[in-house]
């Protein structure tokens, strides 16, 4: 089974950047396209940004658009999420996500229901 493990959240002032990584564990062979949803208090999950297997197709929330970056290094089974000038509406627990089932091989999902394996996710909080 795939396992995934997010890192990089913490506390920064709006305005500031920050990186967050998620490693894959186990079969990493079967994972296909990840992506990075949060959910902030109070609101729904949304998909922030994905990204295919080869890395060729990304998508971004349209709130995200020109701040964020969805990156992969598939020799070290990492997606990382670039985040620059980060906004107080930006804080939320980040999730990472990944299909396994194969349906997704050269694109990449926005919905939550394209994903099947989850990480715990990394709590992200950006001060005014």
């Known amino acids: 089974q795939v396992q995934l493990v997010e890192s990089g959240g913490g506390l920064v002032p709006g305005g500031g950047s920050l990186r967050l990584s998620c490693a894959a564990n186990?079969?990493?062979?079967?994972?296909?396209?990840m992506g990075w949803f949060r959910q902030a208090p109070g609101k729904e999950r949304e998909c922030v940004a994905s990204?295919?297997?080869?890395?060729?197709?990304?998508y971004y929330a349209d709130s995200v658009k020109g701040r964020f970056t969805i990156s992969r290094d598939n020799a070290k089974n990492t997606v990382y999420l670039l985040m620059n000038s980060l906004k107080p509406e930006d804080t939320a627990v980040y999730y990472c996500?990944?299909?396994?089932?194969?349906?997704?091989?050269?694109?990449?999902?926005?919905?939550?229901?394209?994903?099947?394996?989850w990480g715990q996710g990394t709590q992200v909080t950006v001060s005014s």
């Open positions: 186990g079969r990493t062979f079967s994972v296909y396209a």
């Open positions: 990204i295919s297997w080869g890395g060729r197709y990304t």
């Open positions: 996500a990944a299909d396994t089932s194969g349906r997704y091989l050269a694109a990449a999902p926005s919905s939550a229901l394209a994903y099947d394996v």
